[in-house]
């Protein structure tokens, strides 16, 4: 397969499922607010401190208040990691590689494109929780038609990987804004055990975690989205996906490696293999997210270098 659309398919689903899940980042700052004793606009700038890109939203928008966040995250063309233009970017991708994606997948792209920005255009803006619920069903049907239209090859496999480092990454981040917002309000409260349910309904993890564990525990919470093996979005999930994918991409077998790509994927996943919560826990759990947000770049970086760049001096 050409790098060029191999790269094009594996960012085609990161910027698909990046979108959705700043839907979800925001929501899950909106939900919790709603239980919040106090509205204080400050508890938004932590929303921003965990994309990273703090000094690019404050030379822009100045004070993180809700309205400029919003802004920010969801409607923003400059801003490249928005939920417009993580859809453009995609649209992008997808145009590249028709000749590769199925017709249903083009058009599921482009119809989701079209939804968001004629929402940015729109002078009154749509309801928050319904658009931003809008925004993730376009994206399961993205994902469904895909894996329905397409088939199971190479192609797909990259589509696979992107998609799942990228929910890998974002779960993290979803579990850091708690992190963050939780600082000033305490632990073991009753508005402690609402914004973790909150938090558990914006990454559509509620139903599946009450059905492994009874009550709203915080070691469970963090267990059940990182280490568990069946739920689609745990961060352990998304790394054994991953892997597998690359295994049948280069062909290596299972536990083995082949390339750098795989070495850093499997150190990682065979890292968290072997913990525990409570190693996490005495580790301190936003020090364990970030460390494991950092780790996900090195790993997507490496995937790049290994089969998504291009060689200059090879004539496609």
């Known amino acids: 397969m050409l790098s060029r ?7 085609l689903n990161r910027y698909i499922e990046r979108a959705e899940n700043i839907a979800r980042f925001v929501d899950v700052n909106l939900n919790l607010l709603l239980d919040s004793v106090v509205v204080d606009d400050r508890q938004w700038e932590p929303i921003v401190i965990t994309t990273g890109d703090l000094d690019i939203f404050r030379s822009r928008y100045g004070a993180a208040t809700a309205q400029n966040v919003v802004e920010f995250l969801t409607y923003d063309e400059k801003y490249p990691n928005s939920i ?11 145009r590249s590689v028709r000749e590769i994606i199925s017709s ?8 989701f494109y079209f939804m968001v920005k004629e929402a940015a255009s729109a002078k009154i803006k749509p309801d928050l929780p319904g658009f931003f619920e809008a925004v993730k069903m376009a994206s399961h049907q993205f994902a469904g038609v895909m894996d329905a239209t397409m088939s199971h090859n190479e192609a797909w496999h990259f589509g696979q990987i ?15 804004v708690k992190y963050f917002i939780i600082l000033p309000n305490g632990v073991g409260s009753a508005l402690d055990e609402l914004q973790w349910i909150s938090l558990l309904k914006s990454a559509s993890a509620y139903e599946m975690y009450r059905k492994t564990y009874r009550r709203i525990n915080p070691s469970d919470i963090a267990r059940f989205l990182i ?19 690359l ?8 536990n083995t490696w082949s390339n750098s790509a795989e070495h ?16 996490i826990i005495d580790i301190g759990l936003h020090e364990f997210l970030d460390r494991t947000q950092s780790r996900l770049n090195s790993v997507s970086q490496e995937i790049s270098d290994t089969f998504l ?5 090879v004539v496609i």
């Open 5 to 11: 659309v191999a790269n094009s398919i594996y960012w």
């Open 84 to 94: 417009l233009s993580c859809l453009q970017s995609a649209r992008h991708n997808a």
């Open 104 to 111: 249903e997948t083009w058009e599921q792209v482009n119809s």
């Open 162 to 176: 992107g998609r799942s480092i990228e929910r890998a990454d974002k779960t993290a981040r979803i579990l850091d």
């Open 227 to 245: 280490f568990d093996r069946e739920f689609p979005r745990s961060i352990q999930y998304c790394l054994n996906s991953a892997e597998k994918c």
């Open 247 to 254: 295994h049948l991409i280069s062909g290596s077998r299972s």
């Open 264 to 279: 850093q994927l499997g150190k990682l996943r065979s890292e968290l293999d072997f913990m525990s919560i409570e190693e």
């Open 309 to 313: 760049t291009i060689d200059p001096q």
